[in-house]
């Protein structure tokens, strides 16, 4: 069983959610506290603490090999954890007449073009106007693997990347379409505008990545055995260079981890252009560009509100038919308009 693998404890699942770890050998010396907030899902530091501190006789709590320990311990290669805390606070998802970009629909599942400020599923603070909400409404009966706040969701988009996204209808699809990314036989393909020019054409970042140290809202490259990550892979092609300061890259996941490609293309000192979390936000230099041009792609990339990557093509085989199938989905215009300005720069 992996680090984030989890099973049901149906004898006190009433009253609060359970979580089941084995400690991984790269897991091994982490305080039980560091380990049980970096593997929980939206668990901080302090909030594993206050679990680690309840009494004994408390149905709620934290075991390593079914004996309370204190926050301080070190956990070892195949420790057993578990973790039982209160119930997160149920979200109502409501059906919600939202149009959608549906690139293909059949019996078994969808495709969507997913706008740039849209949230895949619902979560504290965002519980309504999401794609799940949108789906909702326009397909009645959607998988119920990914649960009650993610009907049909194979896999994600961050908010404010846009682009192509698979909802499966039926549970066996669901399957397929899990089972096809994580084997990669489904291909999922990116197009991101990066500061900066790589001194490469084709390259495969190879780096682990897991929740910041410091930060909880961020991901990271985490190579440190004391924390914990997974591994990520993120291949890279150059398609356009722009005087020097811009480069439009596609990327190819093979695997996917939360912010993948932001952390990557941040990890390489290349962060996509627009990005609050990984760098991205800067201003155009003086150099290679004149004062009107600066406040061009100023303008430009302010007006992203967010990072310049878009999920243009995706290819996979039909979870029923077995036929391979293969879409791709333009840019958002703000993301074209940027991309047509530094066009039109570039033959100035």
């Not at 970009?101 to 059949?106: P, S, T, W």
Request: contains cysteine; neutral net charge.
């Amino acid at each position: 069983m992996s680090d984030w693998e989890f099973e049901e404890d149906e004898t006190v699942l009433i009253t609060a959610e359970i979580y089941h770890y084995i400690v991984e050998a790269e897991q091994a010396g982490q305080r039980l506290d560091i380990f049980v907030s970096s593997v929980l899902p939206d668990a901080t530091r302090s909030a594993a603490q206050r679990l680690l501190e309840l009494s004994a006789d408390s149905e709620e709590g934290v075991w390593v090999n079914e004996k309370r320990e204190k926050a301080s311990m070190k956990v070892r290669a195949g420790d057993k954890i578990k973790v039982a805390r209160p119930p997160a606070k149920p979200i109502e998802v409501k059906p919600e007449a939202i149009p959608l970009d549906i690139v293909f629909e059949d019996s078994q599942m969808l495709v969507i073009n997913k706008p740039r400020g849209m949230v895949v599923h619902p979560a504290p603070g965002a519980e309504c106007g999401t794609l799940v909400n949108a789906v909702l409404y326009h397909a009645k009966d959607l998988s119920g693997i990914g649960g009650a706040l993610r009907p049909g969701i194979v896999h994600r988009l961050d908010k404010d990347t846009s682009g192509l996204i698979m909802v499966a209808k039926t549970d066996a699809a669901h399957h397929s379409l899990q089972a096809q990314i994580q084997s990669r036989t489904a291909e999922r393909r990116y197009l991101a505008l990066v500061w900066g020019v790589p001194k490469y054409q084709h390259a495969t970042v190879d780096a682990p990545i897991g929740r910041h140290p410091n930060d909880r809202k961020r991901m990271a490259v985490v190579t440190e055995s004391r924390h914990v990550s997974r591994t990520a892979q993120t291949e890279l092609f150059v398609r356009e260079t722009f005087n020097g300061a811009f480069t439009l890259m596609e990327a190819k996941l093979h695997t996917g981890r939360t912010h993948q490609i932001r952390v990557h293309a941040s990890y390489i000192r290349h962060p996509v252009v627009g990005d609050p979390l990984y760098g991205g936000v800067r201003t155009v230099t003086a150099i290679p560009f004149t004062n009107p041009q600066r406040v061009r792609l100023d303008e430009a990339i302010a007006a992203l509100e967010g990072q310049a990557l878009h999920a243009f093509s995706l290819a996979f085989n039909h979870p029923t038919s077995g036929e391979r199938l293969a879409f791709t989905a333009p840019m958002p215009p703000v993301f074209q308009n940027l991309m047509d300005i530094l066009h039109k720069i570039t033959t100035e």
